[in-house]
């Protein structure tokens, strides 16, 4: 049987200290990584600064003033400065054991940017100090078991570690696996600073910012210790200029007043006879295309159309769609497009929101909706007879052109307005992001949904180049079509969504077609370098750019020209921005942050749009006056990014996406960013979802491209990632289902079933084999709530985490009377592998219920608890007595023979009795019946019982008072660390009695203590130590009980009358306080003799036949 480990009680106060400081769920941090490495060299680089002797003896003075030690505002320093890179409110690092063994150890803090430097500094002070009381621990150890089978080998606080030469050995840290450490060292009356750090995962530039930052916030806190922590900036002067300039896109001048329908009739001018736009059935020039938009046009200008007059749209990818566009801008209104695919209910919505008095369509397309304005069909001859010509400007270059809808959180979609000047802005932005090798020869492919932006750059581009528009007509995307398409109609350049990278390669790397692109425009999602790379093979010579830009800031507001070889095996920058525009990264401060440094994403410039369309608090919300460029807005995207040290962007993910389960602020997009570069990954999306107790999970959707499980998956996640950022589930799909726009379809994705189960590999169900098999399974069902679990499933691959790891290893623990540490389940992560372990090391599972009397089937067994002392030897009469109709079991204590006994509380016990009690009899009634301190046992294990769903029928409890609990002796007897100590000084022993012995001798003293408060019956020289042991252990038990709650059940209280209780309290009164434990009945029995002859001949006779009587009555 696995042994029961006691711990010394300061051994108990460390290791309860550091769980404490760990379910603070601490997030140990360093500065952002320039490089991605799993190496930890032993050479480490190293840069040295010295902080002048005037900095130094400021330091020191304040240090003096305020009793503080100089490592402990230097700690506080580096906490400040790493907490403005990360905004971790729980932040551990490192810092330098006194104790050899355990080098390093975490100091925690929380952090808020509410609290001035004087209020971190004290805390910090404080933290420190608990730390090195507390450092004589195994803590990798104890933090490793609440964390699963990372596969890292060195605790998560050694990536960043302070240090101070005249209280700590530097050897220390140098042999140490560390990121980074900063080595302070007192030189005359100068401070010298070096910094080690690992070359492979950051850059010295990198090093030198933060060290900049350092004495930004040193100086800062000498001078005002009463500011608050984020009022420092993360630049200086100087470096904000410099990254004012890395915000700003090529300022570029050009006619700002003219409308997208002047500029469209200059390419008319320009290219009459050139063909603008194609489709499935005919094509029209650009003479033909301006002269039907035209007559379109003036249609509406009779029906009443004016300035920013919004005109819904509902028209497929045909030439009607660019004339009805068309039409809308040159008569002063603004489209509204609207997909023909929408429901009903969503149609209805945003033609009320947005006030559409007209709506243009096509007979065939008319959808049944409660439409109080007007239907224009473009497929009727209306317009034949209006004129051809130009119509008379009514707007201007800051008139709307366009609105479209985008999700909103309320469930609700809401409109985007975009003006004329920010479309002309992104068309010169695209020419120029392609070096200005866009231009009328190109053919542009139409194939996004029209409720999508890029539909803008793909429309209105070609447009003002004088281009061609090939209309892709089938409103799903179908990679083989689509592919025939573009070959058909020698397209040259195309948007293609990330999802259909992959897929079209494939059609045409296997199908050995002809790839007519020259130029390929990339964005919406993230991109990994290896996906474009495929692409030189179809055409060296392929132009590639991966855009970046929310519907509010027109399409693109950034973008990287890709290069071959660029991010082969990482994410493709979003690169600088466009012309006219701005990008900021900003902390929660709205200070701009350092290179590296990841931050809120927000734009401003030419392209940023209006606001929201009805929405005012919305629109001041995200549309911002820009602090940066007075007179202008800035929007805010709500994405996470950082600038590189070439000044190019790098996506992250979304801010509002970020999450918190478990404590822990996760960001999905950073989880898919690390499967989609695997090899064998070709797309991956993470999303939350929340089981049948409604705790959020992370699950893994996952597209391959190769031979991999959802194991391997986890555990190459398990290298890059911290376990809490690791999904617990993984579904593999064959293609993602993707929108009308090609952006994953999330409500098309497959559920995962409720157990969780599907979401790994499964050979094939097994069910358990064995008993104990069973019994392991049903605990998981309990703590993962999940109904369908085979012997071959993992725990965390299920779901599991550190936290449902400890509730499951003290259940097993109860239930199977051994000792399971968290370890043991990350190392046997299934039902099999523990079922395996357990048998390994462990004695039959009921070795302390025993079968006293095996009695009739026809009749439900009878339990009896222990009393104090822990055998069952008292109960041998009452058993002869009660004949052999009912089947006797009896608990004997754990650890009564060997001495190996666990020092639980009351519920413990009851629940481990349950546990055992239902290897026998697996549901209820049940009958208890409990003496002296078994009665406490079968009260809180009916109370346990009950809880659970079950039911008791009979509960007797033999001469208990349910004692109010002592707290004056509690807090006296957790002084000391033995049980038999502990427990003498429950029955009074002085503890000045025991000073000056030694442990043996102290323990003699307390057998001796303890013998005379033993009956007369039983004598000191007839116990073992292990039964003293088991009965001091149950006496701290009772000590700490406390009798609360109600119970359903009748009690049936047995009294002594020869007892102290009786003589203590009335019988009606001891009666009383047990009626106010259930809400059952209190059926009262007096029995002659004492607290133990109530067993024996002749008065065990009167008891049996009140039990007798009272179980047959159950019966029956």
Request: aromatic share 10%; net charge negative; proline share 5%.
């Amino acid at each position: 049987m696995i042994s029961m480990i006691v711990y010394d009680k300061e051994i108990l106060k460390r290791k309860q200290y550091w769980s404490d400081q760990f379910n603070m769920e601490p997030y140990f941090v360093s500065i952002p990584n320039d490089f991605q490495s799993e190496t930890h060299v032993e050479e480490k680089a190293s840069l040295s600064i010295t902080i002048d002797a005037t900095i130094t003896n400021e330091l020191l003075r304040v240090c003096k003033y305020s009793d503080m030690l100089i490592y402990t505002f230097l700690l506080t320093v580096s906490k400040i400065s790493l907490y403005r890179y990360s905004s971790s409110q729980q932040l551990g690092i490192g810092v330098p054991s006194y104790d050899p063994v355990f080098k390093v150890i975490p100091v925690i803090s929380r952090l808020e940017s509410s609290q001035s430097y004087k209020e971190v500094l004290m805390e910090v002070k404080d933290n420190l100090k608990k730390a090195y009381i507390n450092q004589d621990f195994p803590i990798d150890q104890l933090y490793a078991e609440g964390e699963s089978s990372q596969t890292n080998d060195r605790p998560p606080w050694c990536k960043w570690v302070v240090s101070l030469d005249n209280i700590h050995d530097p050897t220390c840290i140098e042999s140490e696996a560390i990121d980074v450490a900063l080595m302070f060292a007192r030189e005359n009356e100068e401070l010298r600073v070096r910094l080690l750090y690992n070359p492979t995962l950051y850059s010295e530039s990198s090093i030198k910012l933060y060290v900049e930052l350092y004495l930004r916030i040193l100086k800062s806190i000498l001078t005002n210790p009463s500011a608050g922590i984020s009022e420092v900036k993360m630049c200086t002067e100087a470096e904000e200029k410099q990254m004012l300039i890395d915000c700003e896109g090529t300022l570029l001048d050009y006619d700002k007043n003219l409308t997208l329908a002047q500029l469209f009739e200059r390419q008319v001018a320009l290219h009459p006879e050139a063909i603008a736009i194609c489709d499935e059935d005919r094509h029209l020039t650009y003479r033909e295309l301006n002269e039907i938009s035209n007559q379109w046009a003036s249609v509406l200008r009779r029906k009443g159309v004016c300035t920013n007059q919004p005109i819904a749209i509902m028209l497929e990818r045909t030439t009607e769609l660019i004339i009805g566009i068309l039409a809308v801008t040159k008569a002063g209104g603004f489209y509204v497009p609207i997909s023909t695919d929408y429901p009903v209910e969503r149609i209805q919505y945003i033609l009320e929101d947005s006030g559409c008095l007209l709506a243009l369509t096509e007979k065939r397309l008319f959808h049944n909706v409660d439409f109080k304005g007007q239907w224009i069909y473009l497929d009727r001859d209306e317009a034949k007879l209006e004129s051809i010509a130009n119509l008379p400007l009514q707007i201007n270059a800051n008139d709307l052109i366009y609105m479209i809808y985008t999700s909103g959180s309320t469930g609700n979609p809401k409109g985007v307005m975009i003006e004329h000047g920010s479309v002309h802005n992104m068309v010169i932005g695209h020419k120029k992001l392609y070096k200005d090798r866009l231009d009328s020869t190109d053919r542009f492919l139409v194939c996004t949904n029209i409720s999508f932006d890029a539909s803008s750059f793909e429309i209105w581009v070609p447009l003002l180049l004088g281009a061609r528009l090939v209309m892709y007509a089938n409103e799903k995307f179908d990679v083989e079509r689509l592919a025939n398409t573009m070959v058909q109609k020698e397209v040259t350049i195309a948007f293609i969504p990330p999802t259909l990278l992959s897929p079209l390669y494939t059609r045409f790397e296997e199908s050995g077609m002809y790839f007519p692109l020259k130029k390929m425009f990339v964005g919406g999602e993230t991109v990994k370098g290896s996906i474009l790379e495929n692409y030189f093979k179809l055409n060296s010579n392929l132009n590639i750019i991966n855009a970046y830009g929310p519907t509010e800031t027109t399409v693109t507001c950034s973008g990287y020209h890709y290069e071959s070889r660029d991010f082969v095996d990482q994410h493709v920058s979003i690169g600088k921005p466009i012309v006219n525009t701005q990008i900021y990264l900003l902390n929660t401060e709205m200070q701009l942050v350092p290179r590296g440094v990841s931050g809120d994403l927000w734009v401003g410039g030419e392209g940023v749009a209006r606001g929201y369309w009805n929405q005012p608090n919305l629109t001041a919300e995200r549309f911002i006056d820009n602090p940066f460029r007075p007179g202008t807005k800035m929007y805010r995207t709500g994405d996470i990014a950082k600038r590189l040290l070439d000044g190019n962007l790098q996506f992250i993910g979304r801010s509002d996406h970020q999450v918190k389960i478990r404590g822990y602020r996760i960001e999905p997009g950073e989880i898919e960013n690390q499967l989609r570069l695997h090899e064998d990954v070709r797309s991956a999306l993470v999303l939350v979802k929340e089981d049948i107790q409604n705790e959020k999970y992370l699950c893994a959707y996952v597209v391959l491209d190769g031979e991999v499980t959802s194991n391997d998956l986890h555990n190459w996640l398990l290298r890059k990632l911290p376990v809490y950022m690791v999904p617990s589930t993984f579904v593999m799909v064959d293609d993602f289902p993707l929108t009308l726009n090609g952006k994953v379809d999330h409500r098309a994705l497959p559920e995962p079933n409720g157990d969780k189960s599907t979401l790994q590999e499964k050979d094939a169900y097994c069910a358990p084999r064995s008993p104990l098999e069973h019994e392991i399974v049903e605990l998981w069902k309990e703590v993962l709530q999940i109904e369908h679990i085979g012997v071959f499933d993992n725990f965390f691959a299920l779901g599991g985490h550190s936290l449902k790891a400890i509730t499951l290893t003290n259940k097993l623990t109860q239930k199977m009377g051994v000792n399971i540490p968290l370890s043991a389940l990350f190392k046997h992560p299934t039902v099999a592998d523990l079922s395996h372990m357990i048998n390994a090391h462990q004695e039959p599972l009921n070795e302390n219920l025993v079968l006293l009397n095996k009695g009739k089937q026809s009749f439900p067994p009878l339990f009896i608890v222990h009393g104090q002392g822990g055998g069952i030897m008292n109960f041998v009469y009452l058993t002869k007595e009660l004949g052999t109709e009912y089947p006797i079991y009896a608990f004997q204590a754990t650890g009564y023979d060997d001495g190996d006994s666990p020092e639980w509380t009351v519920e413990q016990m009851a629940a481990q009795y349950i546990a055992e009690m239902r290897e026998i009899v697996p549901k209820g009634p049940y009958n208890l019946l409990g003496w002296s301190f078994g009665g406490m046992l079968a009260y809180e294990m009916t109370k346990q019982l009950e809880a659970d769903g079950d039911t008791v029928s009979y509960l007797a409890v033999c001469d208990v008072k349910p004692f109010p609990r002592s707290e004056e002796k509690v807090l006296r007897a957790n002084q000391a660390y033995d049980p038999l100590i502990r427990y003498a000084l429950l029955q009074g022993l002085d503890e000045n009695f025991l000073d000056g012995m030694s442990e043996a001798e102290q323990i003699k003293a307390c057998q001796q203590r303890i013998s005379d408060q033993l009956s007369d019956e039983v004598q000191l020289n007839q116990i073992s130590h292990s039964k003293l042991r088991v009965l001091a252990i149950n006496g701290l038990a009772v000590n700490k009980y406390q009798f609360k709650g109600s119970i359903q059940t009748d009690v049936h209280l047995f009294l002594a009358l020869e007892d102290s209780l009786i003589q203590m309290s009335k019988p009606e009164k001891i009666a009383e306080m047990w009626s106010e434990l259930t809400r059952g009945r209190i059926k009262l029995s007096l029995i002659d003799g004492n607290h133990y002859s109530m067993l024996e001949p002749p008065h065990v006779t009167q008891l049996v036949q009140n039990i007798h009587s009272q179980l047959r009555e159950k019966t029956l």
